[in-house]
């Protein structure tokens, strides 16, 4: 249906020159009459008129083919019935020439739709076998599904752009074979024409600007790689510059990169095209009021993670405590520090949160120039038993957990004296931070159970002393 309708506007545009001309014909008769009687001697004129000498069908042709004739009344009945015929004759070819055009290019457009609707039905049937869904790092992004109505509307589109597109082609073409529509066709090719000449000319004259921008590109990128490079040495240790440690890289390498970045855009700006015009400085900067206004907190986050990656209170993989939240640190950027329980809960913590908490990193004593993490528990025991036997218990206890090193040994403290009971606490060295839960159960199983192998019971009895009067 949509195809007849462009096809008739088609045909029915190409007999405007028809009608035009038609009515011109059918205003030519009066005209020539009033013209011939406008030209008709008066009764003075005819008595003062000499008698010509010359034939009264003796002419002269003079520019652009008009017929003129010397003599007298004869002349437009003549020049009218020798240019009718050739006219006539010229339009009629012209008209078999528009309907060949209008034609040809219903045919095409009757193609073109045929053969996209053909495409249309192919992927929609195999659209679910041949079309794979759009996956980016195990996320799905778009179904085939999707993929196939997208681009069944794409074909849609482009069907409905070129349909418009010969049209719009083809009117010019039929108008401009008619005089009297000539210059409709030629406002309409100015329509195309035109756009098309200002984007190529301004094309044009912004390639030295683009080969500017080219290189400006090109040497930041790779400025940028050379970053990298020695970043990643750093990183892993091939390279090593006193006083910068290999952690550190990563994160200067980024901060390098922002600002070269910057630097880069800076300098490509002034070759951009409308650069100059205030719409596009007063839109730039109306998005940096707004990036202003609505990054206060990131901003400070940003801050403070960079003073926390150079004050370097822990690594990636560390145990720590944060808020009275203990775990392993799983992630470290400028913005945010997750951390990962023993519970296998993820807490995440802002920068600036945690630039003014207090932080305890557990695993800096475990490094190779430490002895190791101390971990300690109390006790309380009744006076009844010496506190050598007590000493002796925890000593062995601590001894038999697994994780607990033996040099430096284990020790025990008496942190108090109550009213009924003193308090032991019991401290052991271990590199194995990690497990750190795993070696305090076992310990407190193997203090039970030294108690019970010496027959004490570890229950504190609380009483009092009534006096009598």
Known sequence: MKQCIAIFALVSLCFIPWNILAQEESETPDSAQEQAVQQQPGPEQELIKPEPEVPARDYDFVEKGRLKAVAGGETDNIEAELSHEPLLKNFSIRLVFALLIVVLQAFLIWLIWKLLKKLSVKIEDSGGTKIKPLVVKKFKLLSAKQITGAILFAIKIFKYVITVFQLFITLPIVFSLFPQTKNIASVLFGYILTPLKSILLGFVRYIPNLFTIVIIIVIARYALRGLKFFATQIEKGRLVIPGFYADWAYPTYKIFQVLLLAFTVAIVYPYLPGSESRIFQGISVFIGIIFSLGSTGAIGNLVAGLVITYMRPFKIGDRVQIKE?????????????????????????PNQLILGSNIINYNTSSDDDEEGLILNTEITFGYDVPWQTIHEILIKAALATNHV?????????????????????????????????????ELYENIQNGFKSAGLDPTAAHYHIISEK
């Open 325 to 349: 939240i203990t775990g392993f640190v799983v992630e470290k950027n400028l913005m945010v520090v997750r951390i990962k329980t023993h519970k296998n809960e993820y807490v995440t913590f």
């Open 405 to 441: 090193q033996k040099k430096p040994m284990p020790f025990v403290l008496q942190t108090g004296l109550d009213d009924f009971y003193a308090r032991y606490q019991i401290n052991c060295y271990t590199k194995h931070v990690d497990k750190a839960p795993a070696i305090y159960a």
